[in-house]
């Protein structure tokens, strides 16, 4: 009876004591930050600093996925973030988001309206936005009723002939762009594929000082795997690297997005004039460009999900969806 009563008190203890330290490690993470960033962080890697809002990230809420990379940038997944945190945080700074969109040829009737009309519904929602929407066809763009502090700039672009080089000079003129006005009005900068439509919120949580996207297709695959151009004539090849990182969606300061479209840019024409193409075109210079430029911040497959790669119980929200690809009509 007395060793029944002992046994009793002793697992009463033990409950109260994981709670103590569950409690203490959860304010460790909100203080300090989380621990992994501490011991694995490269010494080149600038910690973030201690007021800044990613430190209200509940790295731990997701013991299902990956939600901080190696270097200490979060990866974010539903469930680590406080959506009006991030919201009140980025309305008392003031800031302003542009978001850029290539619609050329059949693309920008195929998918531009609905692209523009769902980012109203998600994107970003309560901060001032500009869309700037590069076209060769300035007056096909369709009318989009804008919320209050939303505003939207078209841009004349010239129509390349080879689709290749339409992805591709998407990160010069993004460049250009951005010093030739986005630098004046925003912050941040979003650069977005037009095929897709967004479903859910992609907010302000995921700003930050540079943000990349994990592929849908690769985000569990392991480094051999990944499809990164192994070329040695071309300047994007790489042996390894840490994600596959999906080009339709990447952003951060303009400062960080002009360096990273300036220094895509830079390796495309050095493959052309020694007439090389990476595989996978702007993405490839990309994924290069990210693997020695490490990003602050990491969006989980939630924020451009593929229903093709289909429903997974890691990702619970589908913030942006691949748009159907009509390859046969468009790829002609
Ligand atoms: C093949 O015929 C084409 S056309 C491949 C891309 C094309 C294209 C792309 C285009 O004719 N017009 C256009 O505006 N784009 C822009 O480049 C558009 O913003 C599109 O989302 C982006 C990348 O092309 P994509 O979405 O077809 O690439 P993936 O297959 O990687 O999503
Ligand atoms: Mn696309």
């Known amino acids: 009876m007395r060793l029944c009563l002992r046994a009793r ?45 990613d430190n209200s990230l509940d790295l731990w809420s997701r013991t299902d996925v990956k939600t901080c990379t190696f270097w200490g940038a ?71 009723e804008l919320g209050t502090g939303r505003t939207l700039e078209i841009v004349q672009v010239q129509r390349h002939e080879r689709w290749q080089d ?23 900068v979003f650069c977005l594929d037009v095929d897709q439509v967004f479903a ?51 952003g951060g300061t303009w400062q960080s997005v002009k360096k990273m479209t300036e220094s895509c840019d830079r390796g495309i024409m050095t493959d052309k004039k020694n007439q090389v193409e990476a595989l996978w075109q702007d993405e490839s210079h990309l994924n290069k460009y990210l693997y020695q430029h490490k990003p602050s911040k990491v969006l989980s497959p939630e924020y451009c999900w593929s229903t093709e790669v289909g429903y997974r119980r890691d990702v619970r929200v589908h913030r942006l969806l691949w748009a159907e690809k009509y390859y046969d009509i468009l790829r002609t």
């Open 166 to 188: 339409v992805s591709m000079m998407r990160m010069r003129t993004i460049a250009d762009a951005i010093d030739s006005r986005i630098r004046l009005r925003h912050q941040y």
């Open 9 to 53: 008190w002793l697992f009463i203890l033990f409950v109260l004591l994981l709670i103590v330290i569950g409690y203490i490690s959860k304010l460790y993470v909100r203080f300090f930050g989380h621990p992994v960033e501490k011991c694995l962080l490269p010494p080149n890697v600038k910690l973030r600093p201690g007021n800044h809002i």
């Open 200 to 250: 859910a919120r992609f907010g302000s949580e995921a700003l930050g000082e540079s943000v990349a996207l994990l592929h849908a297709f690769f985000y569990l695959s392991s480094a051999a795997e990944f499809t990164y151009d192994r070329n040695p004539n071309s300047t994007a090849c790489m042996e390894t690297g840490d994600f596959y990182y999906h080009a339709a969606v990447f």
């Open 74 to 144: 979060p990866i974010m997944w539903e469930g680590m973030f406080d959506p009006h945190l991030y919201d009140e945080y980025h309305k008392n700074m003031g800031t302003s988001v542009a978001l850029t969109v290539f619609a050329i040829g059949r693309y920008l009737k195929m998918y531009l309206k609905d692209f523009l009309t769902s980012a109203e519904q998600h994107f970003m929602v309560g901060l001032p936005v500009t869309y700037y929407v590069f076209t060769d066809a300035p007056d096909s763009v369709p009318a989009v």
